[in-house]
Each structure stands twice: as structure tokens, then as C-alpha cells.
């Protein structure tokens, strides 16, 4: 059976792991980020996958990473989160130190690869993914081929406009989908709804949510709002209703160019299950151009975790 490696960049750690053809992930190694990023993290990549390397005999490496690449999969034109790296031909520099093919790809589409082949996305041709956290990324999977566009930088889903001249984004443009639907939207959701009731004079419905974190509204944490929601917190259950409701439009727009089988939500919001789920489903419903004549997509969890950018991508470099 043949192995490749996958390697996914994050904010703190550099994990690889061997991937077998089933996508499953048989041993790992990582490193920690170089904050410096260029060079420096260059390397990083470079001695996970030479680690990796020494246990097993592997084909390729594909590397996860959040940012544009070329259409040739090997150059990174822009990493807004990682310094020195725009303009970096990655495959080069990689391959000049661990000697085997090299294939980049974006973080997003690296999951959706790994969801549609391992994951929620098994069995179907056509799936959207959203990845839910700090923003929004994603994927899209088109009769069964991953959707790159003529440049390589297709589906970036986080920066549609969902509000004409809203909240200004880190891209630059107003009114981005992950300035209200992300996981960093579920915080700022909740904290204006807890500022509202306290300035009404209701400190009695914000106890629940507050008492789950610091007990300021500053200090308050996603998995706080998660936990109070599951145990049937209004306010928290409100929150979600809203973010769900965000989201659900936004993919009701995009099931209307798209036409998927099914939208894989991941990232770290999707632990809420269904108290997530629900709302964007019911939203989806609501907000679908020619409601009750379009198919609806399934609206359905992630099953890879952390990971399916990782298995993704080690796919994608074995193909």
C-alpha cells in the first residue's frame, strides 16, 4: 500500500502525518510554528517530513496551507498569516531539502478534498465545505473534481458580501460572509447580546453564559457559549439562532450557483452539533431562492476534525 505524507501549517504547530490510501493518518510528527515564518518555517516543514520520511517509504508530501497558491499547486502568492512567505515557490524550496515531490494547496480545499474522499462528503459528486472558525474558508468539489478556478484561488468563501457596506474585513472589502458567520461573529453575536441586556438592567439572563468564563464580557470564550447553549441557556441558544441564520443565507446563495448534494460544515463551531446545524438548515429553507421548487443540500457535520486538511492533502499529492 503506498504512503504519502500531509503536512498542515497552523498557527502554533506544523503537524505531518503518514497517510495510507484509505486516509487514514498512521503516524504523526510536529513542530512548532516559527513565529518569523519564512525561511525558518520553510525548514520546519522540511524536517517534519524528513521525520516522517526515516519511519516509512513514501511517494510524495502535500502541504495544507491557509493562503492563495498558484494554479501549478507549487508557489504560495499570498499568506496574509504567515510572514515572509508571499511569493515563495514553496515546491522548490521543499524539494531541494527532502528530495521528493512536493504538491501545496489551500488549507480549505485541502479539507474539502479530505471530507469528500474519507469523511462526510463519501458517496457524492458534488459538495460544498465550510470550514467554521476564526473565519471562513471552504471548498468545493464538482462532479467529484476539486474546484480551483483559473488562477487557483477559487472558493473563498469567507469574503462574499452578505452586508452591503457592513463590517470592514481583514481582506479589505465590507460586509464579508466570516464578519458574521464565523467563530469570532459567535463572540461578537454574543457579547453585543449580553451588553444589550445589561444595559437594560437584566443581569439575570447573561449569568449563565458569564459564569461559564471569567465572568466578563471581554473574557468570554466560544466553548462557553457552546456549553451554556447545551444545557438550554436562551440568551446562548439565541446566539447560535443568529449565527445559524447568517450562515444559512449565505449558503442558500451559494447552493443557488453551486447546486451541491451536500454542505459539510467544519471547523471548531461545528461541536455544537446540531444547536448549530439546525438553525443553518432552517435558515437554508428560509432564504433559498425558489424555496420549496430547489433542492435543498444536506446540511451535515465534518467528520475528519483537525485532520482533514492533513488526509486531504495527502491525497491530493498521491494523485
Known amino acids: 500500500m503506498g504512503y504519502t505524507i500531509g503536512i498542515d501549517i497552523g498557527g502554533t504547530k506544523v503537524l505531518g502525518g503518514v497517510v495510507d490510501e484509505s486516509g487514514l493518518v498512521i503516524h504523526r510528527a510536529r513542530r512548532d510554528t516559527p513565529r518569523e515564518g519564512g525561511v525558518a518555517l520553510t525548514q520546519a516543514i522540511a524536517d517534519v517530513a524528513l521525520e516522517l520520511a526515516q519511519e516509512f517509504t ?19 502568492l499570498a ?40 469523511g462526510a462528503g463519501r458517496g457524492r459528486e458534488n459538495i460544498l465545505m465550510l470550514t467554521v472558525g476564526t473565519g471562513i474558508g471552504g471548498g468545493i468539489v464538482s462532479e467529484g473534481k476539486l474546484m480551483r478556478g483559473s488562477f487557483g484561488v477559487a472558493a473563498e468563501i469567507g469574503h462574499i458580501r452578505v452586508i452591503p457596506n457592513g463590517a470592514l474585513c481583514g481582506c479589505g472589502a465590507l460586509g464579508c460572509f466570516e464578519q458574521y458567520g464565523s467563530g469570532t461573529a459567535l463572540l461578537r453575536h454574543a457579547r453585543e447580546a449580553i451588553e444589550k441586556q445589561l444595559s437594560d438592567g437584566d443581569s439575570e439572563s447573561v449569568r449563565i453564559i458569564l459564569d461559564k468564563g471569567d465572568g466578563t464580557v471581554a ?11 447545551r444545557e438550554g441557556d436562551a440568551l446562548a441558544l439565541a446566539v447560535f439562532q443568529t449565527l445559524g441564520d447568517y450562515l444559512g443565507a449565505g ?53 475528519l476534525g483537525n485532520e482533514a486538511g492533513l488526509v486531504g492533502v495527502a491525497d491530493l499529492a498521491r494523485n
Open 219 to 229: 473574557g468570554l470564550k466560544g466553548n462557553a457559549i457552546t456549553e451554556a447553549a
Open 251 to 303: 449558503i442558500a446563495s451559494l447552493s443557488i450557483v453551486l447546486d451541491p448534494q451536500a454542505v459539510v460544515i467544519g471547523g471548531g463551531v461545528v461541536d455544537a452539533g446540531d444547536i448549530l446545524l439546525n438553525p443553518i438548515r432552517e435558515s437554508v429553507k428560509r432564504y433559498m431562492p425558489y424555496a420549496g421548487v430547489h433542492p435543498y443540500p444536506e446540511i451535515i457535520a465534518a467528520q
Open 58 to 76: 513514501v511517494d510524495s508530501v502535500g502541504i495544507s496551507v491557509a493562503g492563495f497558491i498558484s494554479a501549478d499547486r507549487k508557489t504560495i
Open 79 to 118: 499568506a496574509p498569516n504567515i510572514a515572509d512567505w508571499n511569493g515563495v515557490n514553496l515546491d522548490q524550496e521543499l524539494t531541494s531539502r527532502i528530495g521528493l515531490p512536493v504538491v501545496i494547496e489551500n488549507d480549505g480545499n485541502a479539507a474539502a478534498w479530505g471530507e469528500f474522499k474519507f
